[in-house]
């Protein structure tokens, strides 16, 4: 089908080719076969095919949709975006249904780059498995996390979302170690840039985590390792001694596309 609509000469009957494109997408998702979903993207991107403008905005909103929901899977965050993005940004108001499936891919996606939704978007769509998340990317509460990805887990797990959430921990446990960094500075003003692995400890003691001082040590190690927080450990005085500048990158700067 999809070579009848675009080898075709006859401009008319090519006007089907974005309609083909998002069947296809609809039937490799459900098939599990992402792999094949790269000929699509590039085949609407060759010259023989119609002007993407050209075509209903229904059918541009249903190929974004797919190419971001693509995109997550590839942890490609930035792009699924942008893709998510224009999705919601275009559906038609009324199709709540839609709306609701869209957010379902690009809520995850926006945490993961350090943008937090509303409750009020959440409560408009329905969307109330995010909330419980939202608020421990929030509070910076591990344990709120976890409970959160226990009562949603099938859901997360059909929809094909838990993984990109399960990476969130480690920004919960920036969000944490940055508020305790804060604090540190308001007590200790000239040594606001040396937080001791003690307090840290026991902000996670506080959140209901049951950490030694390795365990605390191997998160902080991990954390600067995967570029959440600029610094080292000083082994010897069991303290974090964090950059003057810029200690705490942006999640989306951590999260950019390779």
């Given at each position: 089908?999809?070579?009848?609509?675009?080898?075709?000469?006859?401009?008319?009957?090519?006007?089907?080719?974005?309609?083909?494109?998002?069947?296809?997408?609809?039937?490799?998702?459900?098939?599990?076969?992402?792999?094949?979903?790269?000929?699509?993207?590039?085949?609407?991107?060759?010259?023989?095919?119609?002007?993407?403008?050209?075509?209903?905005?229904?059918?541009?909103?249903?190929?974004?949709?797919?190419?971001?929901?693509?995109?997550?899977?590839?942890?490609?965050?930035?792009r699924a975006e942008k893709h998510l993005a224009y999705a919601f940004a275009k559906c038609h108001k009324s199709s709540k249904k839609n709306i609701r499936l869209i957010l379902r891919y690009l809520i995850p996606v926006k945490l993961i780059l350090g943008i937090l939704p509303s409750k009020k978007l959440l409560e408009t769509y329905g969307l109330n498995e995010f909330r419980d998340v939202v608020e421990a990317m929030r509070r910076g509460d591990a344990r709120l996390l976890d409970s959160a990805l226990d009562a949603g887990e099938a859901e997360f797990i059909r929809q094909g979302t838990y993984l990109i959430l399960e990476k969130l921990r480690m920004s919960v446990y920036r969000t944490l170690f940055k508020r305790v960094h804060a604090i540190h500075g308001a007590a200790e003003p000239a040594k606001s840039n040396q937080v001791a692995l003690r307090k840290f400890q026991i902000a996670l003691e506080l959140c209901g985590a049951d950490v030694d001082a390795d365990e605390v040590e191997c998160i902080v190690a991990n954390l600067i390792f995967r570029k959440f927080v600029k610094g080292y450990i000083s082994h010897k005085n069991k303290v974090v001694v964090l950059s003057k500048t810029d200690a705490f990158p942006s999640l989306k700067s951590v999260f950019a596309d390779a």
């Open positions: 089908v999809y070579r009848a609509v675009s080898q075709t000469s006859n401009a008319e009957k090519k006007t089907p080719q974005l309609h083909v494109v998002n069947a296809l997408f609809k039937v490799y998702f459900e098939l599990n076969a992402l792999h094949l979903c790269k000929n699509l993207i590039n085949a609407v991107n060759l010259p023989t095919f119609l002007p993407f403008d050209s075509f209903p905005k229904s059918e541009k909103v249903t190929y974004n949709f797919y190419v971001g929901r693509l995109a997550v899977f590839e942890d490609a965050y930035e």
